[in-house]
């Protein structure tokens, strides 16, 4: 479950029918620390009980103005085999510093109702795409990128799903084009992935850190 003592906080007070309530940690109680850049591939047993220990929710607009404060994120990579489901962001959408750009990665604020980190996931699935079927989730790692002031107030709990040969496809064809590709077509687009994506792609592909598109 999500944390009891975030929800207990919750049901005190903090809960606004207006504001969106979204979970987060103290910096100060992340795990190992935040001083690196890229994704991690650890265990995130630690992580999710910190979340449970020192996990707490806020209303979204506080939180994205305070960088002592990382909301976690559940962020997802989509697999077919090899390949990785790649998604490219239209100008409809509502952040323009995101139009055109591509992204692997699904995912999405933690909020009460969704009773933990899975429940979080398969929301995020069900809102996003589109299929008969819902996958496993497999847990890699941790990303985390205090290079901006985006990535500054969140962490991500990155997970991979596999499609195995089924069919899937966007809910909201009209903010994001996407199909499954090869590591070498997402490579040739590299430069335009959002920072998340560029820094798992880097991980993925054993590169490391690297320069990526602001997103």
């Known amino acids: 479950m999500l944390a009891a003592y975030a929800l207990a906080r ?10 969106e309530q ?31 220990n020192h996990g707490y929710f806020r209303p979204r607009d506080e939180a994205e103005g305070d960088p002592e404060w990382k909301q976690v994120i559940p962020y997802m990579l989509l697999r077919d085999g090899k390949r990785l489901f790649l998604m490219r962001r239209t100008r409809a959408g509502g952040d ?22 899975l429940g979080g996931l398969r929301r ?5 795409i589109d299929a008969d079927f819902e996958p496993e989730f497999e847990p890699i790692g941790i990303l985390n990128d205090d290079e901006n002031a985006v990535g500054a107030v969140h962490l991500g ?9 089924r069919p ?9 084009s996407g199909e499954f590709a090869t590591l070498d077509e997402v490579a040739a687009v590299a430069d335009r992935l959002e920072t998340w994506s560029a820094l798992l792609f880097a991980f993925l592909t054993g590169k490391g850190d690297q320069h990526a598109a602001e997103g």
Do not use: C, Q
Request: no cysteine; net charge negative; hydrophobic share 40%.
């Open 10 to 19: 919750y049901d005190r007070g903090v809960k606004s029918p207006r504001r």
């Open 22 to 52: 979204v979970l987060g940690l103290p910096r100060a109680a992340v795990p190992g620390g935040l001083d690196w850049r890229g994704v991690r591939g650890v265990e995130l047993d630690p992580y999710l009980e910190a979340a449970t």
């Open 96 to 117: 323009e510093r995101l139009h055109d750009l591509y992204t692997i990665g699904i995912g999405g604020h933690l909020n009460p109702e969704d009773a933990d980190v």
């Open 124 to 128: 995020e699935w069900a809102e996003e």
């Open 157 to 165: 709990l990155v997970f991979a799903a596999d499609a195995r040969g």
């Open 168 to 176: 899937v496809g966007i809910r909201e064809r009209h903010k994001l």
